[in-house]
């Protein structure tokens, strides 16, 4: 698995971008190919979630490049991203409190009925679908997003950038208001969208996690790219010592 | 959310567990709005509280009458049309203080174009020229609505100064129009709209317009259960359906029957060469089928298309409204064009009703219908707000201020409670919300 061959699903090239004078991410390269999970590590500030936000289209990067399937992508917004069916579950969960989970799922790809009115019936049963699979006890379908639970909250995200068919998702701290039992499901479901062959960017800090479920890791410090490694190929404490030291193991690259 | 159409998502009752208490059975089989009652209960007691004052004090309970109660719907036509507008700007976090100023700069316009230019060009009294006004006029209010938009969504300066600034503006340029003149009288069509003399639609027009809005409910119902059904999900009991439909067409039938039990005065009777003694309804008058229409219009807007979606998930949270996509500048600017041509809309009434345009022609409005908004139940924090709410909200409004009118009230003491009404109403809200959230 870890030797990739062949045209990366994604490749994000020499990417800076810098807000006023901080430069957050400072010439970082990365690549994803179909059926991996790439972990993205390193401290709170190190820049991780500003670069996959140039991915997603949150942020316009400031210089680089984005390979979508070997081709040169442009992504000025979300809309771009998801049209290059780049999904993503964002770190503040990006939900409107005030609506409801399936209004937040379709949020800006809304079934509309043949008269182009907002199908909400259709949209809540098609989430009603979704959330059987993905969170068997989810129930409260018809409050606003605002009266759930943190990790209720999380699995409408997830349903969200699951729903509509990524190719490449991005998981920015998926887990992080997730107890134990919710956590090993978001597992399984990586483990899942694994083996359909899709992409993952994983911003994960649980260091058992990364070891477990990604192929390869990428440690960020300071808005650089300390190293990237095969997650087979180390220890959990070559990758701390990466993310605390910086201090990059001979297998890294 | 519940799936009845009045009901905008945020404000939507949880399907809660009936609880053994019957009241709150009923509330939540039939999933009626507690706030909506709350206005409700609210209304029928400043409305009780004026007659009986009236009754008590001046030995004549004025309130409670077709004549009061017509007037009022007149009046609450103009607030109650741009309090839907705001309802979208205060629900994406923004305000819109430049309303009053924009219907006195539309209304100007519009008196000058139908009274000195359209008449010269198609002669005095063509009928077109009142089509002509209205178009010119809404649309007039929309573009400065848009340039605020375009301030505030592009340029990056907050709605309250742009709109200060507008109110200021605006009204200066209603003054400069016509040098402060007054424009007096309007087109004889135009003049219907403002529910004047002959501007209402009778005793037969009002039981078609009711006998259409009571096919409307009923349509809403069965076609909601019908959806519900397709989908599988929980149904209202059929004696919650029944009992909605029934409250829904009774106060349809109730508002006609009132509406037409106030007869047309004498001199107009004369006019139309009836006896003295003959008796024919007013029925609806032109602006409140106009809010009514604007009501239901902006309704659907904001609970069944994308535009209404989305103007709440910016309220909920703007960040996530852009991440997944929607375009936050574009829509601000077309909630504030939507405001503006709804002040073109007000300003076509108020200046119809006065038969006339002054450049102070609204003066004060903005506070009218942010407060209506407010009232209504429009959170100032963003995100929660309904149509119907507001146009409750505008009749509150419009209510205390007739009803201190009829009283015999004056001005200072109208502002004050107006003002404590306001704050008061604000606070209740915060309880109310504390307690259901
Ligand atoms: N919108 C922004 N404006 C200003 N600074 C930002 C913005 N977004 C991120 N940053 C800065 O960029 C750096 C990296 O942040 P972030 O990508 O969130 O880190 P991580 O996700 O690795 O914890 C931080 O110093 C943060 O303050
Ligand atoms: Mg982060």
């Given at each position: 698995?870890?030797?990739?061959?062949?045209?990366?699903?994604?490749?994000?090239?020499?990417?800076?971008?810098?807000?006023?004078?901080?430069?957050?991410?400072?010439?970082?390269?990365?690549?994803?190919?179909?059926?991996?999970?790439?972990?993205?590590?390193?401290?709170?500030?190190?820049?991780?979630?500003?670069?996959?936000?140039?991915?997603?289209?949150?942020?316009?990067?400031?210089?680089?490049?984005?390979?979508?399937?070997?081709?040169?992508?442009?992504?000025?917004?979300?809309?771009?991203?998801?049209?290059?069916?780049?999904?993503?579950?964002?770190?503040?969960?990006?939900?409107?409190?005030?609506?409801?989970?399936?209004?937040?799922?379709?949020?800006?790809?809304?079934?509309?009925?043949?008269?182009?009115?907002?199908?909400?019936?259709?949209?809540?049963?098609?989430?009603?679908?979704?959330?059987?699979?993905?969170?068997?006890?989810?129930?409260?379908?018809?409050?606003?997003?605002?009266?759930?639970?943190?990790?209720?909250?999380?699995?409408?995200?997830?349903?969200?950038?699951?729903?509509?068919?990524?190719?490449?998702?991005?998981?920015?701290?998926?887990?992080?208001?997730?107890g134990p039992q919710e956590t090993q499901m978001v597992a399984e479901l990586i483990q899942e969208l694994k083996r359909q062959g899709l992409g993952i960017f994983l911003i994960e800090h649980d260091i058992h996690a990364v070891m477990d479920l990604c192929d390869r890791a990428v440690v960020m410090k300071n808005g650089q790219r300390v190293g990237t490694v095969n997650v087979d190929e180390v220890t959990d404490d070559d990758i701390l010592g990466m993310i605390i030291m910086g201090k990059k193991p001979a297998k890294a690259y | 959310?519940?799936?009845?159409?009045?009901?905008?998502?945020?404000?939507?009752?949880?399907?809660?567990?009936?609880?053994?208490?019957?009241?709150?059975?009923?509330?939540?089989?039939?999933?009626?709005?507690?706030?909506?009652?709350?206005?409700?209960?609210?209304?029928?007691?400043?409305?009780?509280?004026?007659?009986?004052?009236?009754?008590?004090?001046?030995?004549?309970?004025?309130?409670?009458?077709?004549?009061?109660?017509?007037?009022?719907?007149?009046?609450?036509?103009?607030?109650?049309?741009?309090?839907?507008?705001?309802?979208?700007?205060?629900?994406?976090?923004?305000?819109?203080?430049?309303?009053?100023?924009?219907?006195?700069?539309?209304?100007?316009?519009?008196?000058?174009?139908?009274?000195?230019?359209?008449?010269?060009?198609?002669?005095?009294?063509?009928?077109?020229?009142?089509?002509?006004?209205?178009?010119?006029?809404?649309?007039?209010?929309?573009?400065?609505?848009?340039?605020?938009?375009?301030?505030?969504?592009?340029?990056?300066?907050?709605?309250?100064?742009?709109?200060?600034?507008?109110?200021?503006?605006?009204?200066?340029?209603?003054?400069?129009?016509?040098?402060?003149?007054?424009?007096?009288?309007?087109?004889?069509?135009?003049?219907?709209?403002?529910?004047?003399?002959?501007?209402?639609?009778?005793?037969?027009?009002?039981?078609?317009?009711g006998l259409i809005a009571c096919a409307g409910v009923v349509w809403l119902l069965v076609n909601g259960r019908r959806q519900r059904i397709k989908h599988e999900f929980p149904l209202r009991p059929i004696w919650a359906e029944v009992t909605l439909g029934a409250i829904g067409c009774g106060a349809i039938i109730g508002s006609v029957l009132l509406m037409n039990a106030y007869p047309l005065p004498r001199g107009i009777l004369r006019q139309m060469d009836l006896p003295d003694d003959a008796f024919v309804s007013h029925g609806f008058a032109i602006p409140v089928l106009i809010m009514i229409a604007v009501g239901i219009a902006m309704t659907i807007l904001m609970t069944r298309t994308r535009f209404g979606r989305y103007v709440f998930a910016i309220g909920g949270n703007p960040e996530a409204a852009a991440l997944a996509g929607i375009n936050t500048r574009w829509m601000t600017l077309k909630i504030f064009a939507l405001m503006g041509a709804l002040s073109g809309l007000a300003a076509i009434i108020a200046s119809a009703r006065l038969n006339s345009a002054t450049n102070a022609l609204g003066t004060l409005d903005e506070l009218y219908v942010i407060a209506a908004a407010v009232i209504g139940g429009t959170s100032l924090a963003g995100g929660v707000g309904t149509i119907y709410g507001a146009?409750?909200?505008?009749?509150?409004?419009?209510?205390?201020?007739?009803g201190m009118v009829l009283i015999g009230f004056d001005a200072a003491i109208q502002r004050i409670v107006v003002g404590v009404v306001l704050v008061l109403a604000v606070y209740l809200d915060n309880l109310y919300r504390a307690r259901t959230k």
């Open positions: 698995m870890t030797m990739n061959k062949g045209t990366p699903l994604v490749e994000m090239r020499d990417i800076s971008i810098s807000f006023g004078g901080i430069k957050a991410v400072d010439h970082v390269s990365i690549d994803l190919h179909p059926g991996e999970v790439v972990g993205l590590l390193g401290h709170n500030g190190a820049g991780k979630s500003t670069l996959i936000k140039c991915l997603s289209g949150a942020y316009q990067k400031d210089t680089g490049e984005i390979y979508v399937n070997g081709e040169r992508a442009e992504i000025n917004n979300p809309r771009d991203a998801r049209n290059y069916n780049i999904e993503t579950i964002y770190q503040t969960l990006a939900l409107a409190d005030n609506l409801d989970a399936a209004s937040n799922l379709f949020l800006g790809r809304e079934l509309v009925t043949a008269a182009g009115f907002v199908d909400d019936a259709q949209m809540e049963a098609e989430t009603r679908k979704i959330m059987a699979r993905l969170n068997p006890n989810f129930r409260k379908f018809n409050v606003p997003v605002s009266a759930l639970s943190g990790g209720q909250r999380q699995s409408v995200a997830i349903a969200r950038a699951v729903y509509f068919n990524a190719k490449i998702l991005i998981m920015d701290e998926p887990t992080a208001a997730l | 959310m519940t799936k009845t159409p009045l009901t905008a998502p945020p404000v939507a009752p949880a399907q809660a567990g009936a609880g053994g208490n019957p009241v709150k059975r009923f509330l939540s089989a039939t999933e009626i709005d507690t706030r909506l009652l709350g206005m409700l209960a609210a209304l029928l007691l400043i409305w009780g509280g004026f007659h009986l004052y009236g009754a008590i004090v001046n030995g004549n309970g004025a309130f409670l009458t077709p004549r009061n109660l017509w007037n009022l719907s007149v009046q609450t036509s103009s607030i109650g049309i741009m309090a839907t507008g705001m309802v979208l700007v205060i629900i994406t976090r923004n305000i819109d203080l430049s309303v009053g100023s924009l219907i006195g700069v539309t209304g100007m316009t519009m008196g000058i174009l139908q009274v000195d230019i359209l008449p010269q060009i198609f002669g005095l009294g063509h009928w077109s020229i009142w089509i002509i006004t209205c178009v010119a006029g809404i649309a007039l209010g929309a573009l400065i609505g848009a340039f605020h938009g375009w301030l505030i969504a592009y340029r990056g300066i907050p709605s309250f100064i742009v709109t200060l600034g507008g109110l200021m503006v605006w009204r200066g340029m209603a003054f400069i129009a016509n040098g402060g003149k007054t424009i007096s009288p309007v087109d004889s069509t135009f003049a219907l709209l403002g529910g004047g003399p002959g501007g209402n639609v009778g005793a037969t027009g009002s039981w078609i317009v146009i409750l909200g505008a009749l509150v409004m419009q209510s205390l201020q007739s």
